[in-house]
């Protein structure tokens, strides 16, 4: 039997590359000097079509057409995600090209975005997801703010919390759209996964922060986990990892993100009680978007007090063959009795179906406005 050279095997394993799933003669310097020369091909093109960009602003401009459609940038995404072949996952590639599309437009727009803050809350990583980075963010304190904001104009749009697949409706944006004059734009459904901070070990955590909605996501794993701790509740799940930062014994919900930015430990990872927990955000802006053929609408109406009436307004979109999404119902503000319904339909309001649900229920209906019509999003996160 012919004998191995041991020389000859080191020099082998010498020349080979780290990378296991390269080939036996190929060097991890020409291995580098590849994906150099793919890197410069990448900043090129992204130069290139950053450039392409910029004549479309440009154009649209001259028309009086508006520079930035969140539902144009929806479709493109799920374009890129939908010929994307691999390795790579769709949301990763999603990702790059958020943050190309983000800073693409900076160069020909400066936008300003309100969000419910401080940094890295849920309603910062919607944003992030939205709008990439390339934009200014305004942390606000109250979801009315960001309303505020919005409507003065302060800020080209606003990013606020709608439902959580726990909870159900936040009240608190469902009363601002009764109350201000803005439109629905965009949605960003949000996969939220909580984790608890701390900068001290689990058994000794004596205090909780979060915000209540957050608590209430994860109380069956406290109670299991921490049950002799003191849940304290407070305005944000950002202010919560700072507080948990600062003081002693204390542990945080909030993000992983909150967690880099305030300096403290992820102790244990993914505590919400229902697997799937998300939370819908929507943009809002001063006008809607443009059809892209698969979208949703968003209204509000009151009805008559009287037997019946809601049934016949929901008896409208039904003889139309159109999907209700969604359905809530809140007081009206003041003494008088009755409640404004929020409802979403699949659907453009400028579809004929849609147009036609419409003017029937403006017949049916005490108020009808039309929140808006916005392309279909993905969930994200």
């Not at 900043?43 to 144009?72: C, F, W």
């Not at 734009?185 to 205090?207: F, K, M, S, W």
Request: aromatic share 6%.
């Amino acid at each position: 039997m012919a004998r191995s050279n041991p020389k000859s095997e080191a020099a082998g394993k010498a020349d080979r590359p780290d990378d296991p799933g390269a080939g036996p003669s190929e060097s991890l310097t020409a291995l580098r000097s590849e994906i150099d020369r793919i890197d410069r091909q990448l900043v090129e093109l992204m130069n290139e079509r950053a450039v392409v960009a910029g004549r479309i602003g440009h154009v649209k401009k001259s028309n009086n057409q508006r520079t930035y459609d969140p539902s144009r940038e929806e479709t493109v995404l799920q374009r890129i995600a939908d010929v994307n072949p691999g390795p790579l996952s769709a949301e990763s590639v999603k990702a790059v090209f958020r943050e190309l599309i983000s800073g693409s437009r900076a160069i020909e727009q400066h936008i300003r975005v309100a969000y419910l803050g401080p940094a890295w809350t849920y309603s910062h990583l919607a944003a992030l997801h939205r709008f990439g980075s390339a934009v200014e963010f305004v942390p606000v304190a109250s979801i009315s703010a960001v309303f505020e904001e919005v409507e003065s104009k302060h800020s080209h749009f606003g990013v606020v919390p709608l439902e959580n697949s726990t909870d159900g409706r936040i009240a608190d944006t469902l009363d601002n759209f009764s109350r201000l004059a803005v439109k629905i734009c965009a949605e960003v459904p949000l996969r939220i996964h909580h984790n608890l901070l701390a900068g001290c070990d689990r058994t000794e955590i004596r205090e909780v922060y979060s915000r209540p909605q957050a608590l209430s996501q994860c109380r069956n794993w406290l109670a299991r986990h921490l049950p002799a701790a003191k849940l304290v509740e407070v305005t944000s799940t950002s202010h919560a990892a700072e507080t948990a930062a600062k003081t002693p014994h204390a542990a945080a919900i909030a993000s992983r993100q909150a967690g880099v930015h305030h300096g403290i430990d992820v102790i244990a990872e993914n505590i919400e009680d229902l697997e799937g927990n998300s939370t819908r955000f929507a943009v809002i802006g001063h006008e809607d978007s443009a059809r892209t053929g698969h979208d949703k609408t968003s209204l509000m109406f009151e009805i008559e007090h009287k037997p019946g009436g809601l049934a016949d307004a929901l008896a409208i979109p039904k003889r139309q063959k159109l999907n209700l999404t969604w359905i809530e119902s809140f007081p009206m503000a003041g003494m008088e009795r009755g409640y404004v319904f929020f409802v979403e339909l699949e659907g453009h309001r400028t579809d004929p179906r849609v147009r036609r649900a419409i003017q029937s229920l403006e017949k049916k209906c005490r108020r009808v406005v039309i929140l808006g019509s916005y392309a279909i999003a993905a969930a994200v996160g």
